[in-house]
C-alpha cells in the first residue's frame, strides 16, 4: 500500500506549524524530538480511520498531528523516567539538554498537542474529541505507571502485562482510529468499534515491539537485538519464559536474571536460547496473530467502504509483518 | 470581605472529586498535592471575575477548580526543576515519592486540568476556553523556563524580570479573571480588560511575594524570612539593588554574592542591611503600588455592576496588603 500522500500531507503540516519561538531553550527540544522522526503511525491512523466513513481525508490532518505531538509528548517524559540516551539513535532531550528543559519542553507539547486538536476539529466534535482525548491520555499515563511499577514488582502476570501495553500503546492506537472516525461523522457505535480495532491492533503491535527486540534481524531492526533481555525487562517474552520454564531451564533463566557482571552478548545469548527451549518464538507469534486477528475480524463485519476498509486492513497487516 | 462562600464551594467540589484510583502510585500524589492547601487564589478569582458580570457564581465552581488543579500541575513540576525539599511546610511530591511519579502525576493533573474545565464550560464557551486556557499554560511554561534560565545568566534587567513574573505567575491570575467573565457572558472586550486587570495585579502579587521574603514578619510569613537572599535569586530586589549600588555598597553586595561558604542569618542581615542603605524597600513598595493601582484603575472604569466590583477590589486590597 501507498503511505506516501498521507505521510508527505503529516510532515507538510509539522513542517508549517511553530510550536513558539521564544525562550529558545523551550522550543528548540520539541522541534528535535519531533524532527527524529519515526513512523508517524498514529496521525496516519487518524486518516485512515477517516477513510472509513468519508472521503477528503485531507481534514483530519490537523487532529492528526495532535495525535504524533501527544505521543511525542509521552515519548520525552518516557525517556527521563527511562534515563534512556538514545531515542531513534540520536541523543534523547534530557542528554542533549537536560532533565528540567525536557520536563517543561514535555509539558508544553501536552499543551501543544491539546491546542492543535482544538484547530483541527470542527464544534459540532469539539467536546467529544477533547474528552476522548483526555481519557486516552489519562489512561496512556496510568500505563507508563505499571510499567514503572513492574520494574521493582517481583512477578507480573500475563494479564498484567497485556492491560499494561494496552494502556500504554494500544489506547493511542485506539484514539487515532476514533478520532478519524469521528471527524468523518461516524456515530458512536462505529467509532467505538474502530477504537476496539485499533486497541487490538497495539497490543499486536507492542508484542511484536517485543518480539523484534529478541527475534528481529539485527540489519533491519535499526536498535541493538536484545536490549529487554540484558535490562530484565519483564515483557510477554520473558514473562512466558518464567511461567513455562521448569528444572534445569528455569535454574538457568533465573542465573541470568540475577546476575550482576556479564557479557551482554552472552547474556543474549543464553536467554534467546531458553527461550527457543521453551517456544517462546512461537508463542509470542501466536498471540500476536490472535490480537491482530481480532482486528480484522472486526474491520471485516463493519458496514463501511470496501476499499477504505481494505486500505486498512493492509496497513494492519503491514504493522503485524514489519521488521523494524 | 468574606471568601468563606468561595473557599467552601472549591473545597467542597475539591473534595468529592475523583481524579482516578488506579495505579494509586500515580494517583496518591494528585491528592497529596490538592489537600496541602494553599489561598486558593486562582478559583476566587475565577468566581469573582463572573460575580463582575452575573450572579449565580456558583455556575463556575468546576471552572474554577480547573484553574486549581493546573496551578498545582505547575507547583508540582517546579519544585522539580528547583530541587524544591518543602512546598507549604510539607515534603514536595518528588521528595516524598520520587522524581519519576512527580513528573507522571504531574502530567495526569495537566489532563485533568482540561477534564474538569472541559466538564465546567458549556458548549458556546468551550473552544474559546480551551484556547485561552491552552495560550495560558503556554505562557507559564515559558514564564518557568526564563526564571530558569536566569538562574544562569549574568544580568537580567527589571523588564526582563518583570517579563519573567508576568508569565509564570501573573496571566493566571489574568486568565483566572478572564474565564470567569467569560462563563458570565461578558463580551471579549470585557474579558480583555478582566484579564489585564489579572495581569497586573499578579505581577503585583509576584512583587510582594519577593517583598515578604526580605522583609515578612517571621511570625506571621510561614517561611524562613531571607530564602531568596541565601539563594542569591535574582529577585526585583536584587536586581535594582545591584543597580544602584555604588561603592562600598556595591563591593559589599557582590562580595555576598560571591562568597561560597557563609553563615546564612548573617548572609541575610548583611543583603538586607545593603538593600535598607538603598531604600529598596520604598522601591519595591511603589512598584507593587503601581501595579495595583493599574488594576484599581482599570475595574473602576468597568462598566458593570459596582458591589460585584467592589467586592473585586477589596479582594485585590487583601492581596496587597498581605503578610504572607
Known sequence: MNLKPYLQAVEAY?????YGTNPNELYEPIGYMMSLG???????????????????WQKAIPAS?????????????????DKAPLRRNHATVHTKWNENIAILSGDV?????????????????????MQKFSRCATWVCEGQQWDMNFETQNEVSIPEYLEMIRLKT??????????????????ETEQEKLRLIGENMGVGFQLKD??????????????????DIIANKKTYLLIEALQTAQDDTKT?????LSVKTFSPQEKVKAVTKVYNLLGIKEKTENLIDSFFRK??????????????????????????EREN
Open 38 to 56: 519515526g513512523k508517524r503511525l498514529r496521525p496516519i491512523l487518524v486518516l485512515l480511520g477517516y477513510e472509513v466513513f468519508s472521503e477528503n
Open 170 to 187: 494500544a489506547v493511542l492506537l485506539g484514539f487515532a482510529l476514533e478520532l478519524g472516525a469521528m471527524l468523518a461523522g461516524a456515530n
Open 109 to 129: 507539547m501536552l499543551v501543544k498537542a491539546y491546542e492543535i486538536l482544538l484547530q483541527g476539529v470542527e464544534d459540532r466534535f469539539l467536546r467529544a474529541a
Open 65 to 81: 498531528v495532535a495525535v504524533e505531538v501527544f505521543h511525542n509528548f509521552t515519548l520525552m517524559h518516557d525517556d527521563i523516567m
Open 295 to 320: 482486528a480484522f475480524d472486526s474491520l471485516a463485519e463493519m458496514q463501511a467502504d470496501e476499499s477504505a476498509k481494505e486500505k486498512l486492513a493492509s496497513f494492519m497487516t503491514w504493522l503485524m
Open 210 to 227: 517485543d518480539l523484534l527486540d529478541v527475534y528481529g534481524n539485527p540489519e533491519k531492526f535499526g536498535k541493538q537485538v536484545g536490549g
Open 252 to 256: 538457568e533463566l533465573l542465573k541470568w
Open 14 to 18: 509539522l513542517e508549517k506549524y511553530t
